[in-house]
């Protein structure tokens, strides 16, 4: 190990929570959802499987907001109903019961989304602008989405609201506002996707005003002392390579609109935490420490003790993605120092499967 310090497994107070280490399990889709809405019990389990395996946050894949036009994906989960809250109860339960925290996250998927698979069979968007790859899904082009009015704007922000009361009253600790990856927050937020003229884009400021609506509106149903935290990306998963903010200084000036946000943290996402930003010498973590005072999660490409000590010398926590996906014993062999694999994304693909995870 290289001399980039000893954070791991030292507590982090976040809020009101003191957290065992500095270790989470990111937030990852599973689309098992069928026609509940409700994961599968292995998925569920699974969740749980991994807080008794030692990280001290664990996240719920993205779960889907709004019923017209949010669902992106087959097999997403909703929590709007009470079956679906009373099925998400033991989960957070089971996470709390080995003292780490539950954090729900959630997203509407704006232009990504399926149609075939909303019930109103709708696809909207900051502007109609399709992705300029196909859906890897379908192997088809993304149908062009239709422009979000007023109307839609203002229901969408009701569909965010709708789904954090549920995850209210399942009990989770946090919930997390996903404004990454080239979703709709995300969408609003960059100029390769918002082509405005109103006040919702042009400026900076005006692209950022959907994701303030949003985070004020879920505040308010969120009890004080849980969590409300945000998820940023430049990057999408459509259209990969595509810078989402035109440089450093947008990326900081959105920081900072967060910052004044009434949030408790924020998530970085990156492809590869490594990676310069920008035209910057300076990492994605290492800019947005020097915009803000909020904690910071960072995720991307950590995968052993190595980098995820070096991850946090400019992070509070940082998130496991596959590594957590696919190994059970991740954070005893972190604990050990072992030597890790960085697993592809064709590893992954096994979530998307029947095939119950470790
Ligand atoms: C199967 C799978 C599903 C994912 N689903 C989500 C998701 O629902 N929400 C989200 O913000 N990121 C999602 N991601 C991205 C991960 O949270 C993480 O950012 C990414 O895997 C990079 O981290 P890693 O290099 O540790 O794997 C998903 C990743 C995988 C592999």
Redesign the pocket.
């Known amino acids: 190990m290289s001399n980039s310090g000893n954070q791991l497994f030292t507590p982090f107070k976040l809020k009101n929570f003191t957290l065992k280490n500095r270790i989470g399990v990111?937030?990852?889709?599973?689309m098992s959802g069928g026609e509940t809405s409700i994961p599968r019990q292995d998925v569920l389990d699974f969740l749980v499987r991994r807080a008794e395996n030692g990280s001290a946050i664990v996240?719920t894949?993205?779960l889907v907001t709004d019923f017209e036009s949010a669902q992106g994906y087959p097999g997403q989960a909703r929590i709007t109903t009470q079956a679906q809250i009373d099925a998400w109860k033991p989960v957070v339960k089971g996470i709390q019961q080995t003292g780490a925290i539950a954090v729900m996250?959630l997203?509407h998927c704006g232009r990504m989304g399926w149609p075939e698979v909303n019930p109103a069979r709708r696809l909207i968007a900051p502007s109609p602008i399709a992705p300029a790859q196909d859906n890897p899904l379908t192997g088809t082009p993304y149908p062009v989405p239709e422009e979000m009015t007023q109307f839609d704007i203002d229901h969408v922000i009701n569909g965010f609201v709708e789904t954090v009361k549920g995850a209210v009253a399942a009990g989770f600790d946090g919930i997390e506002i996903?404004g990454?990856?080239g979703y709709l927050i995300s969408q609003f937020l960059s100029e390769y996707s918002n082509t405005r003229t109103d006040n919702y884009g042009g400026t900076v400021e005006n692209r950022y005003r959907f994701t303030h609506e949003i985070l004020q509106a879920v505040r308010k149903v969120i009890p004080e002392d849980k969590l409300l935290l945000f998820?940023l990306?430049n990057w999408g998963v459509a259209d990969m390579e595509v810078s989402l903010f035109k440089n450093a200084a947008e990326w900081q000036s959105v920081i900072q609109m967060l910052s004044a946000e009434p949030i408790d943290a924020l998530?970085v996402?990156?492809?590869?935490f490594q990676q310069k930003a920008f035209e910057t010498q300076m990492t994605m973590s290492e800019l947005t420490r020097t915009s803000t005072n909020l904690p910071i999660l960072l995720?991307?490409?950590?995968?052993n003790r190595q980098t995820a000590e070096e991850a946090l010398e400019h992070a509070d926590i940082v998130?496991?993605?596959?590594?957590?996906?696919l190994n059970p014993d991740l954070v005893e062999q972190l604990k050990t120092d072992s030597d890790l694999k960085?697993?592809s994304?064709e590893d992954?693909?096994i979530?998307?499967t029947d095939t119950p995870l470790p």
């Open positions: 990111a937030p990852m889709t599973r996240y894949e993205a996250q997203f996903h990454a990856h998820r990306s998530s996402s990156t492809y590869d995720c991307g490409k950590i995968y998130l496991f993605g596959k590594s957590a996906l960085c697993f994304s992954a693909n979530a998307y």
